[in-house]
């Protein structure tokens, strides 16, 4: 079967790790169809390089530009997608910014639509002019014949807006051999893996070690990600003599490194789609401190983790120290088991078969 995936993320050569995921999923059902990619992509984020780099890619690649706040991009975008849509045999479109160029327009072929965007489980965190768009918008998720939402969290807030047949397909983690950890009295290894932006709440996390340090704890942090809040919280850091390193963005391998070799996995987010870092640690076998409000209530258990609701220092320095005291029970191998078979690639492959299959049967309605 011929099956465009159509997404407003994908790497490029300028943001490799950009929309890793969804490439991700495109390279796991090209085992079983031929696949290609039409990135709709804001141009400033293209370079001459994208052109080679997509000529070495075992995968098509169309990049289409299509920026951000351009009204009229949606459309051009079309002129482009439409002979594609019509040399496939099915459309996966990936993230509610892929809908746009549909509006109004008939697609004709089973369509999936796979939702990871934030901003439909939080529009009340857009300013009143984007909420007023998001509402004229958010009736684009009636049109798939199934849409699927990688967590129960984000599939509730799609069925605000739809009532045609939904799925959860979570994303892929790849499966890791969970590493023995050393336990010392003289330190505590927190470890994180997200961006420095302000819904992952890195200033939050500097003050639980301040918190910790100040009890008597004596607690680090290695931070692995990058993004806009880096100097702002680097000057914090540095004010306080914090015992928090920025390690900026890491590749799988230190990412890996990092994770093994930290104890607890902290992450005091404020919300989550899914939050692929956290099920990453657990893999690893370490136990996350993770912000309660999310995807990520579909996994954490009283045998992998802790959920936080109160967003304050002394709250996630309570939940460390717990998780701590108890690291007898939190064995690498019994944490990573706790996930093991979930977000495998063989899983997500036959949820994926399952979407298009009943795409494919609710198209051929009457």
């Given at each position: ?73 949606p459309l051009r975008a079309w002129r482009k997608l439409r002979p594609l849509i019509e040399g496939a045999d099915l459309v996966h479109s990936h993230a509610f910014q892929a809908l746009l160029p ?36 958010s009736r684009l998720l009636r049109r798939p014949d199934m849409v699927t939402a990688v967590s129960t969290y984000l599939l509730d807030r799609v069925r605000d807006h739809r009532d045609g047949p939904?799925?959860i397909v979570p994303s892929v983690v790849p499966a890791v051999q969970p590493t023995p950890v050393q336990h010392s009295a003289d330190a505590l290894r927190l470890v994180t893996v997200a961006n ?171």
């Amino acid at each position: 079967m011929r099956i465009l995936f159509i997404t407003p993320w994908y790497p490029t050569v300028s943001q490799p790790v950009a929309g890793v995921f969804v490439e991700r999923d495109a390279r796991l059902m090209s085992a079983d169809h031929e696949v290609e990619v039409a990135h709709l992509v804001d141009p400033a984020l293209l370079g001459d390089e994208d052109a080679g780099a997509d000529a070495r890619s075992d995968l098509r690649v169309h990049r289409i530009p299509m920026g951000r706040i351009d009204p009229l991009a949606p459309l051009r975008a079309w002129r482009k997608l439409r002979p594609l849509i019509e040399g496939a045999d099915l459309v996966h479109s990936h993230a509610f910014q892929a809908l746009l160029p549909f509006a109004w327009r008939p697609v004709r072929r089973p369509w999936v639509h796979s939702e990871h965007w934030s901003g439909v489980a939080h529009p009340e965190s857009f300013t009143a002019q984007h909420r007023l768009v998001f509402a004229l918008t958010s009736r684009l998720l009636r049109r798939p014949d199934m849409v699927t939402a990688v967590s129960t969290y984000l599939l509730d807030r799609v069925r605000d807006h739809r009532d045609g047949p939904t799925m959860i397909v979570p994303s892929v983690v790849p499966a890791v051999q969970p590493t023995p950890v050393q336990h010392s009295a003289d330190a505590l290894r927190l470890v994180t893996v997200a961006n420095l932006v302000e819904g992952k709440d890195p200033m939050l996390a500097v003050d639980t070690v301040d918190e910790l340090r100040r009890r008597g704890v004596p607690a680090s942090l290695r931070w692995a990600g990058d993004g806009p809040l880096r100097a702002t919280v680097q000057e914090r850091i540095d004010d306080r003599g914090s015992a928090v390193t920025l390690l900026g963005a890491l590749d799988r391998a230190g990412v890996a490194a990092e994770l093994d070799a930290g104890e607890i996995f902290l992450l005091p987010t404020r919300s989550e789609t899914l939050c692929l870092s956290a099920i990453e640690a657990i893999s690893h076998g370490r136990p996350v401190v993770i912000g309660a409000r999310g995807g990520q209530r579909d996994y954490i258990t009283a045998d992998n983790g802790v959920l936080v609701t109160d967003r304050t220092p002394q709250a996630y320095a309570d939940a460390v120290l717990g998780v701590a005291a108890e690291f007898s029970r939190h064995d690498p191998e019994g944490v990573a088991a706790t996930v093991r078979g979930r977000f495998t690639p063989d899983r997500v492959r036959e949820l994926y078969q399952s979407a298009y299959t009943a795409a494919i049967a609710h198209a051929e309605r009457p």
